[in-house]
């Protein structure tokens, strides 16, 4: 078993060992709600996250968060954490027996993700606490994030030279 877990993590490190950060990647969140994830650097370990999910059939989210992300052991494998707003609609909150308002909020996140050559991979957790409307004061949602890298940062360090 031993050996196992050696190799895995060996083999984890060669193969992210290439991979740098990106500015621009975009794909699926998939979770208990499925959307569209699109993440943005905007300068040293600050990016912002656009999310918007939905259930297909009742309720949809829009989430903006803005988040710090730092990496673990080695480049293209980082954790994060970080805040923002939501804006909901759900027509489930709309019947006979009550009229609530759609949620708006505030939302935070932690996670980690890992960057394997063009894809970025996330795990995160997803706490929400709505401050108007919907029908429970908090939420969360922890979800599996699958981006397609389109733009990388350049890296400059002792080994490489600074293209202009």
Do not use: C
Not at 68 to 88: D, E, P, V
Not at 104 to 116: D, Q
Not at 137 to 158: D, F, K, M
């Amino acid at each position: 078993m031993k050996r196992v877990v050696l190799i895995t993590f060996a083999l984890l490190i060669a193969g992210t060992s290439f991979a740098q950060s990106y500015k621009t990647a975009i794909g699926a969140r998939l979770g208990q709600q499925t959307g569209l994830t699109i993440d943005q650097h905007l300068f040293k370990n600050i990016y912002i996250e656009g999310i918007f999910i939905t259930n297909f059939k009742t309720k949809s989210t829009v989430v903006v968060l803005g988040k710090f992300q730092k990496k673990i052991l080695f480049r293209g494998f980082h954790y994060y954490f970080g805040g923002g707003l939501h804006k909901a609609w759900d027509a489930s909150l709309h019947t006979a027996e009550r009229d609530l308002k759609n949620p708006v909020g505030v939302t935070g996140v932690a996670g980690v993700g890992i960057n394997l050559g063009k894809v970025n991979l996330a795990l995160d957790y997803k706490p929400a606490v709505n401050i108007v409307g919907g029908d429970r004061l908090l939420q969360s949602q922890a979800a599996v994030s699958v981006r397609y890298i389109l733009g990388r940062t350049e890296r400059n360090g002792p080994f490489r030279r600074n293209r202009k």
